[in-house]
C-alpha cells in the first residue's frame, strides 16, 4: 500500500537559516505529492503540489522537486522566517484511485530568533 | 482560493447526546472528506465520499458515525451517541480529483 515518511518529528532553526524537510513515498503507480501547512489552531492549508517528475513548484519561497528515482518529495527554503513556524504535512494520491491522500505523520518547524 | 465553510465553529454538548457538524464543500468539487485532530497531535483521516457513498473508512469511524450529502447540500458527519474521546476538533475537506485537498477552519467539538 501507499505510505509517506517524514522522518523527522520535531526541527528547530534559527531565523534566516535554510529549511529542508524531508519527505519519501512508497507508492504502486505514479503519485502526485503534496504539501500541506497547519499553523497553529488553524486548518491545514495547500502550501505546495507536484505532479510531473524533476517540476519544482513554488509557493511563499517554499519550493519541492518531485524525484520519482528516489521516492522523494523535500520541501526547502533559502531562509526561515518565524512565521513559518508550524505543522508540515508531506501527502500523496494516486491518480485514477478514490484520491484519498495519504498523510505522513507530520513534522513540526519551530524557527526561533 | 477555494473556500470550504464548517458550521459550527465550536459544539459543547453532553455525553450520549447526537450531534451534526455541517460543511459547505468547494462548490465544483467532487470528493469529500472528515478529519480528526485532538489537541497537539496529527490529524487522522476518517472518511471520504464520492457520489453519494462512502468511499473508504478508518477505524476511528466508529459505528456511530454517519455521513451524507442529501442533494448538493451540507456534508454531514453525524456522531450518535456521542462519547468523551470523539472531543476534537473535526476538519472537513473537499477536492476535485488528485488535485489537492481544501480544507474547512474546523469544527471544535467539546463533549462533556
Known amino acids: 500500500g501507499d505510505s509517506v515518511t517524514q522522518t523527522e518529528g520535531l526541527v528547530t532553526l534559527t531565523e534566516g537559516l535554510p529549511v529542508m524537510l524531508n519527505c519519501t513515498y512508497q507508492?504502486?503507480?505514479?503519485?502526485?505529492l503534496f504539501w500541506y501547512v497547519q499553523h497553529l489552531n488553524e486548518a491545514p492549508k495547500l502550501l505546495l503540489k507536484s505532479f510531473t517528475d524533476n517540476k519544482r513548484p513554488e509557493h511563499q519561497g517554499f519550493h519541492a522537486t518531485l524525484h520519482k528515482s528516489s521516492s522523494s518529495f523535500h520541501l526547502q527554503k533559502s531562509s526561515a522566517q518565524l512565521s513559518d513556524s508550524a505543522l508540515y504535512y508531506c501527502?500523496?494520491?494516486?491518480?485514477?484511485?478514490?484520491?484519498?491522500?495519504?498523510f505522513g505523520k507530520g513534522t513540526s518547524l519551530v524557527v526561533h530568533p | 482560493g477555494p473556500k470550504v465553510l464548517q458550521i459550527p465553529s465550536h459544539q459543547i454538548i453532553d455525553m450520549g447526546q447526537m450531534v451534526t457538524l455541517n460543511c459547505d464543500p468547494v462548490?465544483?468539487?467532487?470528493?469529500f472528506y472528515w478529519y480528526k485532530q485532538i489537541l497537539g497531535q496529527q490529524m487522522e483521516f476518517l472518511v471520504n465520499?464520492?457520489?453519494?457513498?462512502?468511499?473508504?473508512k478508518s477505524k476511528l469511524f466508529k459505528d456511530q458515525f454517519s455521513v451524507e450529502r442529501p442533494d448538493g447540500s451540507y456534508f454531514t458527519l453525524k456522531i450518535q451517541p456521542t462519547a468523551l474521546e470523539d472531543s476534537a476538533v473535526y476538519f472537513c475537506?473537499?477536492?476535485?480529483?488528485?488535485?489537492?485537498?481544501?480544507f474547512g477552519s474546523g469544527t471544535r467539538l467539546t463533549v462533556l
Open positions: 462548490s465544483n468539487h467532487l470528493y
Open positions: 507508492s504502486t503507480y505514479s503519485p502526485f
Open positions: 501527502a500523496l494520491s494516486e491518480a485514477g484511485g478514490n484520491y484519498k491522500p495519504t
Open positions: 465520499f464520492y457520489n453519494g457513498k462512502v468511499m473508504e
Open positions: 475537506a473537499s477536492s476535485l480529483g488528485g488535485r489537492g485537498l481544501y
